[in-house]
């Protein structure tokens, strides 16, 4: 089992939203908060990713209030959590009142942004919606902000202009083929970012290449209705039930079976939100022996019961 590819399926990476800006020195823009945007830009998304790729030019991004990072073509710029950012022609400096809190429409609408000039200049602004409730332990894993210098090279250097092209041509299952665009974008962000961790780095992302906690989590998220144990766990993996618990908690942040019932409400959430399956038969494929206890964590966690979390994201 692949943790990752597995978190991904279940936090649901859905809907994608682009638009195309163009731009001449000197010039800067200010990103509200993601979660400003949601009504108008992916209403029935819980979290908004924000993310830019530099197709031409150089300019500087980063958090608002924070340091800006230089980019240039193909680098991509990631706010995981939504996070109000600046983009500018030069480093810390601000043009006018750029503030803006609504973006404009997908594509093919182009924002302009300085003189009325050669517009040397272009990126492409993206949002990409994910859940983030019961349980998204890759989301709270990454940095507020996630630089990448050519990440749009390689096999993802054609993106931004499949994103144009894909926008304007209005065909039967557009949105659909934008989303799973924006994907693999971000999957090949988080893979860039995870190469680059540390040795001395903490965090879920980290706990994958560890040489214990790895496999502790690929056997949890193979098998989670498995009735696990630490002491069970701790022999798969040919570790002492202490070192596995200390060094699980030290770099995922929460002890191994605290995140395997987190993990399993996660599943239960994600079967509410697409079907019609009964609340009881859901308990019991995430491995819980009784419809009131998996109703009763549930609860705990979401602070909804399952029948009521059904209908809010079903629409009901």
């Not at 395997?260 to 994600?270: F, G, K, S």
Request: charged share 20%.
């Amino acid at each position: 089992m692949d943790p990752l590819s597995d978190v991904l399926r279940a936090v649901r990476l859905d809907g994608a939203f682009f638009y195309l800006v163009e731009a001449s020195a000197p010039w800067s823009v200010s990103a509200v908060a993601a979660r400003e945007l949601e009504p108008r830009v992916l209403p029935h998304a819980e979290h908004l990713i924000a993310y830019h790729v530099l197709l031409s030019g150089r300019c500087w991004g980063g958090l608002v209030g924070e340091g800006q990072v230089q980019m240039v073509p193909g680098d991509v710029i990631v706010f995981p959590h939504g996070d109000a950012h600046f983009m500018s022609s030069t480093a810390g400096r601000r043009v006018g009142d750029d503030l803006h809190g609504t973006s404009p429409d997908r594509y093919p609408g182009t924002v302009f942004l300085g003189p009325d000039a050669t517009r040397d200049t272009a990126f492409v602004c993206g949002f990409l919606g994910c859940d983030v409730r019961p349980y998204n332990p890759l989301l709270a894993s990454l940095p507020r902000r996630m630089h990448i210098p050519g990440a749009a090279g390689g096999w993802l250097s054609q993106f931004p202009q499949q994103v144009v092209a894909e926008s304007r041509a209005g065909r039967v299952g557009g949105e659909t083929v934008l989303t799973r665009m924006a994907e693999l974008m971000f999957i090949e962000v988080v893979r860039h970012h995870v190469e680059s961790l540390g040795p001395q780095q903490t965090g879920w992302l980290a706990a994958l290449r560890d040489e214990v906690i790895g496999p502790a989590l690929a056997l949890l998220h193979e098998r989670p209705r498995h009735p696990w144990t630490l002491a069970e766990l701790a022999g798969e993996v040919a570790s002492s039930r202490t070192v596995l618990a200390e060094r699980f908690t030290a770099l995922v942040g929460v002890p191994p079976m605290l995140y395997l019932t987190r993990w399993r409400l996660q599943l239960a959430a994600e079967q509410l939100a697409r079907g019609a399956t009964k609340v009881a038969a859901i308990a019991e494929q995430v491995g819980y022996e009784s419809e009131a206890a998996f109703s009763r964590a549930f609860k705990r966690e979401t602070g909804m019961s399952p029948s009521a979390w059904r209908q809010a994201r079903q629409g009901g």
